[in-house]
């Protein structure tokens, strides 16, 4: 089997030579540059094509990992330009969309497909290793699924078939605990600097906490991993966090009672089952007095 890859970028690259690795046929790339396919083509051994056609036509299955905004154009290309005139199985590696942005190339007979890697690719190199350890999710056509499901089962990857109109949320999830923590460590860096700590400093401080965060949760789930002062129920903390944010910026304290809010309805599931002091915790979240 002779594949095929559309964009030359990161995840492209880096999954062209993961699959060359594992004994795959990477036939090329073509990119939007001549020079990205030519990297990523002295990478694994293949070819870099100048034309569309050339690649197109010579590979049976062939991945789409442009940036998202591009999948459909490369997609109109295809059918403008008479470029798919015989059933091929077309992938695109976007997190966000499903096949349904290639549905017109079945017209002619393909099988389409999104395969996202649940992994973020900071760099080719460091990609291709991570990829070993990559869960992926997987939708599309049901006649020729088997084929993707076989690559994956070959390079040793797990991963889960998700349908077709559940790609949003899927997407939402990964999101919120890849982008969104970035984001809150963040916040929670901004406010040391607010005493004097600086945000290296204080990411190394932290390290150790956050790394053992996400083992106790890797251990044990979410709701038995949660510890601090909501989970014990100590509502005298939450107050004094409170008032140590409400001087410093009002979008922070915003941010502290949403995530608090959150937090409480984690604590219920396992660690927090006094009633009273639920409520006071919601109503303190809530900007209410619960006196």
Known sequence: MKIGFIGAGKVGTAMGVYLKEKNYNILGYYSRTYESAQNAAALTNSNASIKLE?????????????????????????????????????????????????????????????????????????????LQHTVFSLEGDKEKIKVIEDILKTTGNKYFIIQTEQKALYHVAACVVSNYLVSLLDYGLSIFETIGIDKDKGYKALYPLIQGSIENIKNLGTSKALTGPIARGDVNTIEK???ALKNINPQWLDMYKTLGFATIEVAQKEKLKNLEKIDKLKKIMKGCNYE
């Open 241 to 243: 966090h409170i008032e």
């Open 54 to 130: 050339s690649l197109v036509k010579n590979s049976d299955l062939l991945f789409i990992t442009t940036n998202d905004d591009e999948i459909s154009n490369i997609c109109n290309r295809l059918l403008d330009e008479g470029l798919i005139n015989e059933e091929k199985i077309v992938v695109h590696m976007s997190g966000a969309d499903s096949s349904k942005i290639l549905e017109k190339l079945k017209k002619k007979g393909c099988y389409i497909y999104s395969l996202h890697p649940l992994q973020s690719f900071a760099d080719i190199k460091s990609a291709v290793k991570d």
